[in-house]
């Protein structure tokens, strides 16, 4: 149960430094990957793998920091895609453009969990699924 911090911590974890640390070093590794055709090939379909089953598995989540979490995942799902396709300025693009926006919709959605009582569930909240 990762979701289960405060929500400030989860802000900070899930939209600026643990989730984005593979697209970074995976940018900063790229004069190495240009050398192997294979290995793009390989990082477009993950990327595009973990785009699309993550936002699959996130549509059906009742838990609001869930929903977000595995909107993260396909967010770098799409980070790691155009990397594979040689791309890297629109990765970091994307990273750094997803780290403030992501911040800010975890800052929200807490905001939202607290007025709703402490309650997660969005089947619970009414109006919002």
Same mark, same amino acid.
């Given at each position: 149960? %990762?979701? +289960?911090?405060? @929500?400030?911590? *989860?802000?900070?974890?899930?939209?600026?430094?643990?989730? @984005?640390? =593979?697209?970074?070093? @995976? @940018? !900063?590794?790229?004069?190495?990957? +240009?050398?192997?055709?294979? &290995?793009? #090939?390989?990082?477009?379909?993950?990327? %595009?793998?973990?785009?699309?089953?993550?936002?699959?598995? =996130?549509?059906? /989540?009742?838990?609001? #920091?869930?929903?977000?979490?595995? &909107?993260?995942?396909? /967010?770098?799902?799409?980070?790691?895609?155009?990397?594979?396709? *040689?791309?890297?300025?629109? %990765?970091?693009?994307?990273? *750094?453009?997803?780290?403030?926006?992501?911040?800010?919709?975890?800052?929200? &959605? $807490?905001?939202?969990?607290?007025?709703?009582?402490? +309650? /997660?569930?969005? !089947? #619970?909240? $009414? =109006?919002? !699924?």
């Amino acid at each position: 149960y %990762a979701m +289960e911090g405060p @929500t400030p911590v *989860s802000a900070l974890i899930h939209a600026a430094t643990m989730v @984005t640390a =593979g697209v970074y070093l @995976t @940018t !900063r590794c790229s004069p190495m990957f +240009e050398y192997s055709m294979f &290995s793009l #090939k390989v990082i477009t379909i993950i990327g %595009a793998s973990t785009a699309f089953f993550a936002s699959t598995v =996130g549509l059906v /989540q009742n838990d609001f #920091k869930k929903i977000v979490a595995y &909107s993260t995942c396909s /967010q770098l799902g799409y980070m790691f895609f155009a990397c594979g396709l *040689s791309n890297y300025p629109l %990765a970091i693009f994307h990273l *750094s453009n997803h780290a403030y926006f992501k911040a800010l919709l975890f800052l929200c &959605s $807490g905001a939202v969990i607290h007025a709703m009582g402490d +309650e /997660q569930d969005i !089947r #619970k909240m $009414g =109006g919002l !699924r």
